[in-house]
């Protein structure tokens, strides 16, 4: 350990999005601008949510995104605090500029939530984010996004999923049914979005 070379602080900041998520995210909104009209419901307020986390699965599988989420050599995905990061940083400007409040970790007294978006009382919806090869995955689903619901008193939720390999597509393949029962049992609504950020199937467009 001794003989080894020590890495600058520059370097450090390269290998991860820990440091350098703020100016990227803010590039990333100022290129891609995002509104939406006046929200008049609850209902249209979580269409709305969806539609803003659907953006971020399209900036990552459409634009280029999934870069982000690789190290530099793109042999080693991230890990789900840099995707959380990343998540944060490109909706945080979004949010801002449509009045609404968006928050991270928020806690819910049996644990911290990923991400809450406000706006007034009524206007509430839940987000956990998750790697697909988290070993706590289903729990996140069946268990923790439910519960959070609960106790926060509030009727809509999302779960993001994170897919780097062909195992983790196949791991999730029936995950919106898996949502749907979630849902019923709990009486809430949840919908899942599942972001593909596999680096073997992005093709350039010239080459399809």
Known sequence: MEKRKANTFGELMKKTLRYTWY????????NNKFTFSNITNEK??????????????EFIELRSGYKLLWNETKTL??????????FKGILDEHCRANN????????????????????????????????AKNTKFWN???????????????RYGIFLVIAF????????DSL????????KFYSVTIKTIV?????????????L
């Open 176 to 183: 919106q049914d898996i949502a749907n029962e979630t849902s």
């Open 140 to 154: 996140g689903l069946k268990k923790q996004l439910p519960k959070y619901l609960q106790i926060d008193k509030c």
């Open 77 to 86: 995905p991230r890990s789900e605090e840099d995707v959380q990061l990343l």
């Open 100 to 131: 609404i409040d968006f928050t991270r970790e928020v806690n819910q007294a049996m644990g911290p939530v990923d991400f809450r978006f406000s706006s007034g009382y009524t206007n509430r919806v839940l987000l956990e984010a998750k790697l």
């Open 195 to 207: 972001v593909d950020a596999r680096i073997e199937n992005k093709l350039s467009a010239s080459k």
């Open 165 to 172: 390999t062909d195992k983790d597509i196949e791991r999730i």
């Open 23 to 30: 100016e990227l995210s803010k590039g990333i909104v100022e």
């Open 44 to 57: 249209e307020f979580f269409d709305k949510i969806l539609d803003f986390a659907d953006y971020y699965r």
